[in-house]
């Protein structure tokens, strides 16, 4: 039998086989395991093994131990290494157009032709990271609204959702719009892009844009740069119109203490002619008193005694009053 006629006959065999999900990046390396167990502990010359694509384009092919390139399809030459350890092939390279379904298969030859003694099949997807996007705002209108653009190049697959996020201390809005895409026609990467035109709320704290990508089937999320507003700064006091509203209190309070230094001034003298008038009357009172003191004559003790007497006399002895 033809190995030809092998992969027509064993992708009938598969229909109901379960497949291995594997995942792979753009221009990196994919594994195609084929797990054999060999419990018969067979060895490879014995063994025909190879790989074929959904198409049944043949991969790589081992025939009783040596490397076969004859029913290699062209696309796929020099592209391929066999892990003889770990019964995985290697395809190097990954481009878009590898995803699909593959399938390994494994044959013990015998006398009377091939037996099929293993086979499996593996789901491959290929992925390719989008750059980071770029985000470019310009410059605010009267009505505060700005004109947001965003994008993002060489990914796959076609992204879910591109939209812009604004960041603010207690929220986040999201503003979504239509994703432009296109697709290059060799690797099948995709390009997109999305423009908005956005009425920003007046910044009274800080706020940030972001423009945010997400992809499927891993649902991840690319972020551009952060754009930040800051809220704007209060304007400066304005010391003409306070100095031209404060000007007639100042004028006023001005007055007020002149006209009570002034009447202060005036009154300082009266008091002390009063001061003066007081104390004079008090050094006149005390002279008096001195000259009064001065010119009380004092007696004798002889006078004193004479004056005793005359007091004990009795008032009818008529010779007392001529004493």
């Not at 700005?146 to 190049?153: E, P, V």
């Not at 796959?156 to 603010?168: A, G, I, N, Q, V």
């Not at 006023?252 to 009154?267: F, P």
Request: hydrophobic share 35%.
């Amino acid at each position: 039998m033809g190995l030809s006629n092998i992969f027509l006959v064993v992708s009938f065999l598969l229909s109901g086989v379960a497949s291995l999900k594997i995942q792979a990046y753009f221009n990196e390396t994919a594994d195609l395991p084929c797990p054999f167990t060999n419990s018969q502990n067979l060895s490879l010359g014995e063994l025909v093994v190879f790989w074929q694509n959904q198409e049944m384009s043949v991969l790589y092919e081992l025939y009783l131990g040596k490397e076969k390139p004859d029913n290699v399809d062209p696309k796929y030459m020099g592209r391929t290494s066999f892990d003889w350890d770990n019964w995985t092939l290697r395809l190097h390279n990954i481009q878009i157009k590898d995803k699909g379904s593959y399938q390994c298969f494994i044959h013990h030859k015998k006398p009377k032709g091939l037996v099929s003694i293993y086979q499996m099949s593996s789901d491959l997807s290929v992925l390719a990271n989008f750059s980071q996007p770029v985000m470019s705002i310009s410059n605010i209108t009267e009505n505060l609204s700005r004109n947001l653009t965003c994008s993002s190049i060489q990914g796959y697959p076609e992204p879910k959702k591109m939209s812009f996020l604004l960041k603010t201390e207690n929220s986040t809005i999201v503003y979504d719009g239509d994703m432009q895409k296109s697709q290059d026609n060799v690797t099948e990467l995709y390009n997109v892009s999305i423009s908005l035109s956005v009425s920003l709320p007046e910044a009274t704290s800080n706020m940030t844009i972001l423009c945010v990508l997400q992809t499927e089937p891993m649902k991840t999320q690319f972020f551009s740069s952060p754009y930040y507003i800051a809220p704007k700064d209060p304007p400066p006091p304005d010391y003409i119109s306070w100095i031209a509203t404060a000007a007639p209190a100042l004028i006023i309070v001005c007055g007020i203490m002149i006209g009570c230094k002034q009447k202060k001034q005036q009154q300082q003298p009266g008091v002390s002619r009063e001061c003066e008038t007081i104390k004079m009357d008090r050094e006149e009172s005390e002279q008096i008193k001195k000259r009064v003191e001065i010119h009380v004559p004092k007696r004798s003790d002889e006078e004193i005694q004479c004056v005793v007497h005359s007091l004990k006399i009795p008032s009818d002895d008529k010779s007392a009053t001529h004493f």
